[in-house]
């Protein structure tokens, strides 16, 4: 219908004029609509290897059995793990320890006991053991505090037998086993070394920093050692 009109309207005009005109139509002709895909084209890209990280399988590692080992008011001996964690969800309490990796483990022989501390932090949950299954925790702060053996620290009393026995004399008189430091009933040293004098026993003096003396004794007691195993090894 255009070219009919355009035809028409120049109808008076020249040849050439129509011409060119037919000419520069032809060219501005609509071509055909551009064929469209249902689907739009995605590139894709295929991977040489696996993402960084994920080649030795690093990330998909065991599992590290976290949680409590030992329950409450069970028995522990020490060095038995109580409970394992990453972080300190619990903390350590009476008789027990942390190690670096937050595992809380007892370091005296008792019964397990999980409980809170008001006085000591209002939120924090602890970790303790006890000597007695009926014992409780936490321990009221004026308490008598338990140490090990189950002993009490109770102060011992003075007793007539103990003060004469501190204030005996050394020559003529019976020694007595005291109750000395570090909980053991034995006598001073100053008693011990004097033991041969009081028996009458002549010793050699001892002479500090004569290491010789001390080899050659060695010496002379792995010798009558080494008689002794021949003689009662040797066949009759």
Not at 1 to 14: H, Q, T, Y
Not at 42 to 58: D, E, F, I, K
Not at 98 to 117: E, F, N, S
Request: net charge positive.
């Amino acid at each position: 219908m255009l070219l009919l009109r355009l035809r028409s309207a120049l109808a008076g005009a020249p040849q050439p004029c129509v011409s060119t005109i037919e000419t520069a139509l032809s060219n501005l002709r609509v071509s055909s609509p551009p064929i469209r895909l249902s689907k739009p084209v995605t590139a894709v890209r295929n991977s040489t290897s696996l993402a960084q990280g994920r080649a030795n399988g690093a990330k998909d590692g065991a599992g590290k059995r976290l949680g409590a080992k030992k329950s409450g008011e069970q028995y522990v001996i020490p060095g038995n793990i109580i409970f394992r964690q990453r972080g300190t969800h619990w903390f350590p309490g009476d008789n027990v320890g942390m190690g670096r990796d937050h595992t809380i483990y007892a370091t005296q022989a008792g019964y397990v006991k999980y409980y809170k501390d008001p006085l000591r932090h209002p939120k924090r949950q602890y970790i303790g053991v006890v000597f007695e299954r009926s014992q409780t925790l936490p321990q009221p702060p004026n308490a008598v505090r338990r140490r090990k053996l189950g002993m009490l620290a109770y102060q011992m009393a003075e007793t007539a037998e103990n003060v004469v026995a501190e204030k005996q004399s050394i020559v003529g008189q019976k020694a007595v086993a005291t109750l000395r430091p570090g909980y053991q009933y034995r006598q001073a040293n100053w008693e011990i070394g004097r033991a041969a004098e009081r028996a009458n026993i002549q010793v050699e003096p001892f002479k500090p920093g004569d290491r010789f003396a001390a080899w050659r004794k060695t010496a002379i007691r792995k010798a009558k050692n080494a008689e002794r195993r021949g003689l009662g090894g040797r066949k009759r």
